[in-house]
């Protein structure tokens, strides 16, 4: 059997704004259905690089292949459509629509089914199974009837999260998912992603400050800094870099 092309590669990477390089030549591989962390030191270009394979940026120069095809020159309506799936650092939900709603109007999207206005929001029955469903999975199926707006930061990245999946992407770009939470609220999101990548259906890129949730979780890490990849590797590699030591814990591995 032929292996499968890679869900994401880079090719020579790089994006300029005036005289600043944001991302530098990156050459980046992630296999299907695992999950590759993108880390390193503020301004490393990590948050850039999400940018440009999600389509907020176009590149100043290289490629960037999607499942062997190249996707550099589209937008990013056009990417989600091709199954590239990407959520944000601040939450981006309907805060006056329930949970359950917010879920819904996503799979509607997916459907390309419209709203119309004279027929009852209940007759959406399979969306609203459908809906039920995705927040059982990301533990939030208890919270369905409440408005957004009332949920806990934690909650609401699940809810995003759930959102995002109503999409069915192939590939998740989840950037800095517990940005914001108590340390409290980190491990659900942690228990999220591993049930995520435990379905072996779906490819998972992740940028995160939290080392220790980035070790536990990581099929491989890669490291920016400066917007240039000096490492991409391994966990067990990764934290027995110097390199990757020096340019972004300090000389040891830390927290935060």
Same mark, same amino acid.
């Given at each position: 059997?032929?292996?499968?092309?890679?869900?994401?590669?880079?090719?020579?990477?790089?994006?300029?704004?005036?005289?600043? *390089?944001?991302? &530098?030549?990156?050459?980046?591989?992630?296999?299907?259905?695992?999950?590759?962390?993108?880390?390193?030191?503020?301004?490393?270009?990590?948050? @850039?690089?999400?940018?440009?394979?999600?389509?907020?940026?176009?590149?100043?120069?290289?490629?960037?292949?999607? $499942?062997?095809?190249?996707?550099?020159?589209?937008?990013?309506?056009?990417? @989600?459509?091709?199954?590239?799936?990407? =959520?944000? !650092?601040? @939450?981006?939900?309907?805060?006056?629509?329930?949970?359950?709603? &917010? *879920?819904?109007? +996503?799979? !509607?999207?997916?459907?390309?089914?419209?709203?119309?206005?004279?027929?009852?929001?209940?007759?959406?029955?399979?969306?609203?199974?459908?809906?039920?469903?995705?927040?059982?999975?990301?533990? /939030?199926?208890?919270?369905?009837?409440? #408005?957004?707006? @009332?949920?806990?930061?934690? #909650?609401?990245? $699940?809810?995003?999260?759930?959102?995002?999946? +109503?999409?069915?992407?192939?590939?998740?770009?989840?950037?800095?998912?517990?940005?914001? /939470?108590?340390?409290?609220?980190?491990? +659900?999101?942690?228990?999220?992603?591993?049930?995520?990548?435990?379905?072996?259906?779906?490819?998972?890129?992740?940028?995160?400050? $939290?080392?220790?949730?980035?070790?536990?979780?990581?099929? =491989?890490?890669?490291?920016?800094? #400066?917007?240039?990849?000096?490492?991409?590797? =391994?966990?067990?590699?990764? +934290?027995?870099?110097?390199? *990757?030591?020096?340019?972004?814990?300090?000389?040891? *591995? $830390?927290?935060?």
């Amino acid at each position: 059997m032929a292996s499968q092309a890679p869900v994401v590669q880079t090719k020579d990477l790089t994006i300029r704004f005036g005289g600043n *390089v944001a991302v &530098n030549a990156v050459n980046l591989t992630v296999e299907p259905f695992t999950l590759k962390a993108i880390i390193g030191p503020n301004g490393a270009g990590k948050t @850039t690089l999400f940018n440009l394979l999600s389509g907020q940026y176009k590149p100043t120069s290289g490629s960037i292949l999607f $499942k062997g095809r190249e996707i550099a020159g589209l937008g990013a309506a056009d990417r @989600t459509r091709l199954g590239v799936g990407r =959520s944000f !650092q601040l @939450t981006n939900i309907f805060p006056s629509l329930s949970v359950l709603e &917010n *879920v819904r109007l +996503a799979l !509607q999207s997916k459907a390309r089914v419209g709203m119309v206005f004279w027929r009852n929001y209940r007759s959406y029955s399979e969306l609203e199974d459908r809906a039920y469903e995705l927040l059982r999975q990301v533990l /939030m199926d208890k919270r369905w009837a409440v #408005e957004a707006k @009332t949920l806990t930061h934690g #909650e609401q990245r $699940k809810l995003e999260i759930a959102i995002l999946l +109503a999409l069915d992407p192939e590939l998740l770009l989840l950037d800095e998912p517990t940005a914001g /939470m108590s340390l409290e609220e980190v491990p +659900a999101i942690l228990e999220l992603i591993q049930q995520i990548k435990a379905g072996r259906n779906r490819t998972i890129m992740l940028v995160e400050h $939290k080392f220790d949730m980035i070790m536990t979780v990581s099929d =491989s890490i890669a490291v920016l800094k #400066e917007g240039r990849l000096i490492c991409d590797d =391994s966990p067990e590699a990764v +934290a027995c870099n110097s390199e *990757v030591l020096e340019a972004y814990l300090g000389g040891g *591995v $830390k927290n935060g």
